[in-house]
C-alpha cells in the first residue's frame, strides 16, 4: 500500500516536472494563443499562469498586459486587472479595447465615482468601444444616485449600437428601479435576443423576477439556469444564496453557499454574502472574520465598511464599530442602515451631539421606521420628550413588525385619550418584546403626562432588559430631576457613569445640576476630570469651552479650548464651527477668518464649513469673496434659501444695495412665501426709498398669511416710514388684533406711539399691556430699557422691577436695575448687582454696574480690582478701559492711569469716545 502511494507521488511530480518544462520552452506567442484558448474555455486559472509565464519573457508586452487584466478581472481580481490594463496602456495597447475593459473593471470594484470621473468626457474613434464605455459610465451613474445621467449614457450607447447588451441591460435596471416592471421585462427580452445565454442578463432577468415582482421560485429557476449555463458564474450563484436567505431557507442557503464557495471563496462578494449569512446564523466571529478578509480586499468600499462595522456592532464592540460605520456614512451617505447604526454607536458610548448631527436631513419626511424609531430614543435621551413622542409615533405606524405595530395602535389610543388601555397595552407589549422601542416609548409618553412614579417602574424594566447599559440610569436622572430629587438624579448618573466611564451625557448632565446649585466651579472641574481621564473626547472639551464662554472667560482660553476639541476630532465639523461663530460673537473678525478658512482647507464641501466661511469674510471686509463664497453654496444647494439670504447679507454689507435686493428675490424664486426674505426685501425697499415695493410685498405677505400678523407689521413699518402715523397705528392695531398676546407686536405699538409723540398714549398701553399680560417680563424689560436710555430712570425703576417679579434671576434686569438705583445712591443697588454677579460672575457688563456701585460707596480698592477683571475678560472693549482708568485716577494710581489711557489713543478711532481721553491725558 505504501509502495503504491510513493509511485503515484513520483508520477505526478513527474508530469508537473514536465509541464514546467515544456511551459519554459515555450516561446510568449505559444503562450498567448495557448492563453486565448483557455480563456474561450473558460479556464482563467491557466490562462494566468499561461499569461504570467509569457510577462518572463516579455515584460513589456502590452497585449499580454491586455489578456491578464481581462482574465484577472474573470477569476474576481479586479484590484490586479485594474493594475495590468493600466499597465497595458502605458505599454501603447490602443484606448479603444483597453478602455471599455476598464471600465467594466472599476464598475466590479465599486469604484463610481472614479469611473464617472474617468470616462465621463472619453471619446473613442471605434463605436463598439465607445458604445461600450457609455454603457458602463451610465451603471456608475446609476449607482451614484443620477439616473438622468444614467439615461442619457445609455440612450447615447444605443444610439451607437442598438443590441449593446450592457446598455440594454441597465436600462432595464433603471426602469426596474423606477417600478417600470414590464419595460424592464421588454428590455431584458431585447438584450437575451441579441445575446440568448448572456450571463449578467439572465441574472438581472431573475432579479426583476425577484426583487421586482416577489416571484422567488421563478427567480430561483433563472439563477440556477445561469449556473448551468454558465459553469462558475459566481453572481448568480450569489443570487441562489441570498434567495434561500430571503425566504429564512438558512439551511439550503449555506449548502448553496458551500457551491460559491468553490467558484472562488476570496471573491469580494463571497465574503461579503459569507459574513451575511454568518450574521443571519448568529454566528459573529465568523461573521468578522469574514468581514476582515474583505476590508483587506476593498478597505475603501462602502459596503465592506457598513457590514464591519455592522458586525462589530452586533458584537458590542463599539470602538471598533464607531470608525468603520463613519467612513461607511462618509462613502455612503445616502445608507440608512450605516447612518442608523452610526447614530446608536454614539447613542450607546454618549456621544449624544454626535448622534443628533448624524440624524438624516428632512427627518420629518423619513419613511424609514427604524431610523425615526432610534430618533426617538436619542430625543427621549436628550431629554425632548415632545420631539421623542412625535418620531416613536410614526416610527410605530411604519414598523413591519407585529410588536411594533401593536405599539403604534396604543400610541394612537394614548393621543385619543384612551391612556388606561393604551398604557396597558404597551406594557403588555414592552414585557413580551425584546426590543426597547416600546419601553421608551411608554417611558415618554409617561413622562410627558408627568406620571413620574409610573416612568420609573417603566425605567426599571428597561433597565432588567438592559442592564449593562448606561441609558436606562440617564432616564431615571432625568425623571428624578423632574420630582425635583436632585441627590437620587446625582445617584442615578454616578451609576450610569460606573457602567459606562465614557458616557459622557451623565458627565454634562451632573454638571448642569452643578450649575443649577449655582456651583460652576463643581461643574468646571466635573468637565476638567472627565478630559484628564479621556483627552481626545471632543465633546467634553466643546462643553467646557462652552461653559467657560457662558461664565465671560477670557477669549484666550476659550479659543485654546476650541482648538483643542478641534485637534481631538479635526475631521468633525462642529468643533470648527463653533470656534468661528464664538469668534464672530466676540468681534474678532480676522481671527473668525482663520478659522473658517482651515476649517474649509479640512472640509472643502461641507455646507455649514462654507456658509461660516462666508460669515466670516463678511465679517472681516472681504465681501466680494464672500459672495463668491456664498455662490458656492447656492450651487451646492440649489432648493435652498439659505445661500441667497447670505448673499444678500454680503451685498448690504458691501452696500451694493441693488445686488441685495436681486439676490432676496433670487431666494424667493426657490420660495415664494419664505418671511425673512420678503421682510429683507421690504427693509431694503425702504433703504433705497422705494416704499411702494415695500407695501407691495407686505400685501403679498397677507394673502399668504392671513391668519398671521406680520403681513400686518411690515405694511406698518412702512407707513411709519411715509409718516402716515395713523395708517401705521391703524395697521399695528390690525396686527395685534390677529396676534393678541404676541409681545414683539406689542414692542411695535409702543414705539410707534412714542416716536409719534404720544408719550402719554405709550405709558397708557403699556401699563394696560402689562395689566393683562402681568408676566411678560421681555416687553416689561423692553419699555424699562427705553425709559433708562430716555433718562426716565423713575418709569424705568418701575418697569424693570415688574419685570423681575416674573423673572428674579435675570441679570440684565438686576444690573440696569442696580444701575438706575446707584444714580440716587440707593444702597439698595448693591444687593442687586451682588446677586447679578453671582448669576453671572464673569460678565464684564455686570463688573463694571458693581465696580461703579462700590467706588460710589466709598470702595475704591474693591472697584479697582472688579474694573480690572472686567478689563481682562474683555481687553478689546475701550469704554471699560476707560472707566478703569477713571478709578486709578481716583486711586492716586497716575501711572497706571496714563499707561491705560494711552493704550485708549492707540485705538484712535477704534474707541469713539477720544475727546475724553486727551481731556484725561491733559489733566495728568
Not at 190 to 217: E, I, N, T, W
Not at 550 to 569: G, M, P, R, W
Amino acid at each position: 500500500m505504501t509502495s503504491h502511494f510513493h509511485v503515484l507521488r513520483r508520477s505526478a511530480l513527474s508530469v508537473l516536472v514536465a509541464g514546467l518544462m515544456v511551459a519554459c520552452s515555450e516561446d510568449p506567442e505559444a503562450l498567448k494563443a495557448s492563453a486565448r484558448d483557455s480563456l474561450a474555455r473558460n479556464d482563467t486559472a491557466t490562462a494566468i499562469i499561461q499569461l504570467k509565464n509569457a510577462l518572463q519573457a516579455q515584460p513589456d508586452a502590452a497585449d499580454v498586459r491586455f489578456l491578464l487584466g481581462q482574465a484577472l478581472l474573470r477569476s474576481g481580481d479586479v484590484a490586479g486587472a485594474e493594475n495590468e490594463l493600466n499597465k497595458a496602456l502605458e505599454a501603447g495597447h490602443p484606448e479603444s479595447q483597453v478602455l471599455p475593459v476598464l471600465a467594466e473593471t472599476l464598475v466590479a470594484a465599486g469604484r463610481f465615482q472614479d469611473v464617472e470621473s474617468r470616462f465621463g468626457k472619453v471619446k473613442l474613434s471605434d463605436p463598439q468601444a465607445q458604445a461600450t464605455v457609455l454603457a458602463y459610465l451610465g451603471e456608475a451613474q446609476m449607482a451614484l444616485g443620477k439616473p438622468t445621467d444614467s439615461a442619457a449614457s445609455l440612450d447615447a450607447s444605443l444610439a451607437l449600437n442598438a443590441e449593446q447588451t450592457v446598455a440594454l441591460l441597465n436600462k432595464a435596471r433603471l426602469a426596474a428601479r423606477q417600478g417600470q416592471y414590464p419595460q424592464a421585462s421588454a428590455l431584458l427580452d431585447r438584450a437575451l435576443a441579441a445575446s440568448p445565454r448572456h450571463a449578467g442578463v439572465l441574472k438581472q432577468k431573475g432579479d426583476l423576477l425577484f426583487y421586482g415582482m416577489g416571484k422567488a421560485d421563478e427567480a430561483l429557476a433563472v439563477y440556477r439556469q445561469a449556473v448551468e449555463w454558465h459553469p462558475g458564474f459566481r453572481d448568480a450563484q450569489i443570487s441562489v444564496v441570498r434567495v434561500h436567505m430571503n425566504q429564512g431557507q438558512l439551511d439550503q442557503a449555506e449548502q448553496a453557499y458551500k457551491v460559491l464557495q468553490k467558484m472562488g471563496e476570496n471573491y469580494p462578494k463571497t465574503l461579503f454574502l459569507g459574513a451575511q449569512l454568518a450574521l443571519a446564523r448568529s454566528d459573529l466571529p465568523q461573521a468578522r472574520i469574514q468581514a476582515q478578509k474583505l476590508l483587506r480586499l476593498a478597505p475603501d468600499n462602502g459596503l465592506a465598511l457598513e457590514l464591519a462595522g455592522a458586525v462589530e456592532f452586533r458584537s458590542n464592540a463599539l470602538l471598533q464599530a464607531e470608525p468603520l460605520l463613519a467612513r461607511a456614512v462618509t462613502a455612503m451617505p445616502d445608507s440608512a442602515l450605516a447612518r442608523r447604526l452610526l447614530i446608536q454607536t454614539y447613542l450607546r458610548t454618549g456621544q449624544l451631539d454626535r448622534a443628533e448631527r448624524t440624524l438624516p436631513d428632512k427627518l420629518d419626511a423619513n419613511q424609514d421606521p427604524e431610523m425615526l424609531g432610534v430618533a426617538g430614543q436619542l430625543y427621549l435621551v436628550l431629554g425632548q420628550q415632545a420631539k421623542a413622542q412625535k418620531y416613536f409615533e410614526k416610527a410605530t405606524a411604519l414598523a413591519p413588525n407585529d410588536p411594533e405595530k401593536k405599539t403604534s395602535l396604543a400610541l394612537a389610543r394614548l393621543a385619543s385619550g384612551d391612556a388606561e388601555t393604551a398604557f396597558g397595552e404597551l406594557r403588555s407589549i414592552a414585557s413580551e418584546d425584546p426590543g426597547v422601542v416600546a419601553d421608551m416609548a411608554l417611558i415618554n409618553a409617561l413622562v410627558q403626562r408627568r406620571e413620574l412614579d409610573k416612568a420609573l417602574q417603566a425605567i426599571d424594566k428597561l433597565s432588567a432588559k438592559k442592564a449593562d447599559d448606561p441609558i436606562p440610569w440617564h432616564l431615571r436622572s432625568q425623571v428624578l430631576t423632574f420630582k425635583r430629587d436632585i441627590a437620587g438624579a446625582r445617584k442615578a448618573l454616578t451609576q450610569a457613569l460606573k457602567l459606562a466611564p465614557t458616557f459622557f451625557p451623565a458627565v454634562k448632565a451632573l454638571a448642569a445640576l452643578d450649575m443649577q446649585e449655582r456651583q460652576p466651579d463643581a461643574a468646571r472641574q466635573r468637565y476638567e476630570a472627565f478630559i484628564g481621564q479621556y483627552p481626545k473626547n471632543a465633546d467634553a472639551i466643546l462643553a467646557l469651552a462652552q461653559l467657560r464662554a457662558q461664565l465671560n472667560a477670557s477669549q484666550d482660553e476659550v479659543v485654546a479650548l476650541l482648538n483643542k476639541a478641534i485637534e481631538a476630532a479635526p475631521s468633525e465639523s462642529a468643533p470648527r464651527l463653533i470656534l468661528v461663530d464664538y469668534l464672530l460673537q466676540q468681534n474678532a473678525s480676522k481671527l473668525a477668518l482663520t478659522a473658517a478658512q482651515a476649517a474649509s482647507a479640512v472640509l472643502p464641501d461641507n455646507p455649514s464649513v462654507i456658509d461660516a466661511l462666508g460669515r466670516a469674510q463678511v465679517s472681516a471686509g472681504e465681501h466680494h469673496q464672500a459672495v463668491n463664497t456664498f455662490g458656492k453654496l447656492a450651487v451646492m444647494q440649489p432648493r435652498a434659501v439659505g445661500p441667497h439670504m447670505r448673499m444678500a447679507q454680503a451685498h448690504v454689507a458691501a452696500k451694493d444695495l441693488p445686488a441685495a435686493a436681486q439676490a432676496l428675490r433670487k431666494a424667493l424664486d426657490v420660495q415664494p412665501d419664505h418671511l425673512p426674505a420678503q421682510q429683507a426685501l421690504a427693509q431694503l425697499a425702504l433703504r433705497n426709498n422705494s416704499p411702494d415695493e415695500a407695501l407691495a410685498v407686505s400685501k403679498s405677505i397677507q394673502k399668504q398669511r392671513s391668519t398671521e400678523a406680520i403681513g400686518y407689521v411690515v405694511e406698518g413699518d412702512v407707513m411709519l416710514f411715509l409718516k402716515r402715523q395713523s395708517e401705521a397705528m391703524q395697521a399695528y392695531r390690525t396686527a395685534l388684533s390677529k396676534a393678541p398676546t404676541s409681545t414683539a407686536v406689542a414692542m411695535k405699538v409702543f414705539n410707534a406711539l412714542v416716536s409719534t409723540g404720544q408719550g402719554a398714549q405709550a405709558q397708557a398701553f403699556a401699563q394696560d399691556w402689562l395689566q393683562k399680560q402681568a408676566r411678560d417680563h421681555v416687553f416689561a424689560g423692553y419699555v424699562g430699557e427705553q425709559a433708562m436710555k430716555a433718562g426716565q430712570l423713575a418709569q424705568a425703576e418701575k418697569y424693570y422691577r415688574q419685570a423681575l417679579a416674573s423673572r428674579p434671576d435675570q441679570v440684565i434686569f438686576l444690573n440696569n436695575l442696580a444701575w438706575i438705583l446707584s444714580q440716587r445712591g440707593d444702597k439698595e443697588s448693591l444687593i442687586h448687582v451682588e446677586r447679578a454677579n453671582t448669576l453671572a460672575p464673569d460678565n464684564p457688563d455686570i463688573l463694571d454696574t458693581y465696580a461703579g456701585i462700590v467706588a460710589g460707596q466709598g470702595d475704591v480698592a474693591k472697584a479697582l480690582s472688579l474694573q480690572q477683571r472686567a478689563v481682562r475678560l474683555q481687553p478689546e472693549r475701550g469704554d471699560l478701559r476707560l472707566s478703569l482708568a477713571k478709578l486709578q485716577l481716583r486711586a492716586g494710581k497716575t501711572a497706571d492711569a496714563k499707561a491705560t489711557l494711552g493704550k485708549l489713543q492707540e485705538l484712535g478711532n477704534k474707541f469713539g469716545n477720544q475727546e475724553e481721553v486727551s481731556r484725561l491725558l491733559k489733566g495728568l
